[in-house]
């Protein structure tokens, strides 16, 4: 009996489908604007999402890598470790702690009064998430490591004989946060959502191209 080895369930949702869920719910991310004007449902439940999705597409990164050796498989792993905290402690402060503090305020009858708070958060040169101020720094540093993950993880793969075209793709998402400055629309949903399409492709063909084994 001919047999060929396909990655389990598991492995696929969390390769392909964790990156692409993280697109899907990046796309509802509602644009900041007056934080006083937030949909604020909309916005705490977007950020709640995130905070698994963000290590688990991080995951997924270094999973494209797992049984691979040398010092960029390192890398990836090490850079892929760097986004997840990043972001999450990025997502945490700017985004759940932000928006509850904008819901209390919009409940308090007296919103101004809470001003000063949000904004001290909001514009926080670490964590904050303002467009008005320099880029956080958490941002910055998570934005760096997820391109230099992705490009390693390219290289790594196209050594392994990975064609071009997956390879270019997973490469090139990588970079999206740092292009458009935001991980709302477009910069949120069209990295992970390449990364998702560019990881679903690589385990395909990976194993479309594994050979048959003969089982006793």
Known sequence: MISFKHPGAGETFLVAGAPLLLAVVELFH??????????????????????PLFPLSALAIAGLVRDRVGSLAVICRVAMFIFAVSYIAFDTAAGVVTGILVDT?????????????IDAVWTD???GGSPLSAAPFLAVLGSVALSVGTVAAAIVLKRGGSSWVPILLLAISGFGIGIFKTHAWPGGPLTFGGIG????????????????????
């Open 30 to 51: 509602p644009d900041p604007g007056d934080l006083f004007n937030l949909d604020v449902p909309r916005w705490l439940a977007v950020h709640y999402a995130q905070i």
């Open 105 to 117: 305020a919009k409940k308090s009858g007296d919103p101004e009064i809470w001003r000063a708070a």
């Open 125 to 127: 040169p670490v964590i």
């Open 197 to 216: 399409v560019a990881a679903a492709w690589l385990l395909w063909e990976r194993n479309s191209h594994l050979p048959a084994k003969r089982l006793s």
